[in-house]
């Protein structure tokens, strides 16, 4: 079974107003439409192929877990999980580990999975899943799209998708 998985980074933020606010900092307003762009390409998309959102996994930043709301309300999930491990100083690796084993474990049957999370991590999360692939630069609301050999613990990097 063909598992894809969609990694995307959170919409555009507003500015940190003090140190050690990142974890607290909104959406901007452009950031809500970007990511109600993204969610409505989702949408299309799965509609078009016959598919749902079996899984949706959020860094617990206020920016990501706004994000995830947004595309959660035009793509219900069968299931929201929030992630520790998806924050921007994460290790993609211990992450990859992780990810696999629940997928093996808890969602064997998932088809269609959305990671929200922050730059860098989306970036090197891709190179350390699909090791041909460079660490790309997401935009704000910008998914790549992996197809993921779950035996293997892998996956091959699709294409870019920017709102």
Not at 7 to 31: V, Y
Not at 36 to 65: C, Y
Not at 74 to 87: E, F, K, L, M, N
Not at 130 to 155: I, W, Y
Request: charge should be negative.
């Amino acid at each position: 079974m063909a598992v894809t998985l969609f990694i995307m980074r959170h919409g555009d933020a507003e500015p940190p107003q003090a140190l050690k606010a990142d974890a607290i900092r909104p959406l901007s307003t452009l950031g809500e439409s970007e990511v109600l762009a993204s969610a409505n390409w989702l949408n299309e998309h799965l509609q078009e192929h016959h598919g749902k959102l079996d899984w949706l996994l959020a860094s617990p930043f206020i920016r990501a877990q706004q994000t995830a709301t947004i595309v959660e309300s035009i793509v219900p999930s069968g299931q929201r999980d929030i992630v520790d491990d998806a924050i921007p100083e994460s290790d993609p690796q211990d992450f990859s580990d992780w990810f696999f084993a629940m997928l093996q474990s808890r969602y064997p049957n998932a088809e269609t999975i959305v990671l929200v999370s922050h730059m860098p991590f989306v970036s090197y999360l891709v190179a350390t899943l699909d090791k041909k692939t460079p660490p790309l630069l997401f935009p704000t609301a910008g998914m790549a799209e992996l197809k993921l050999d779950v035996a293997m613990q892998r996956a091959d990097f699709v294409r870019m998708i920017v709102p």
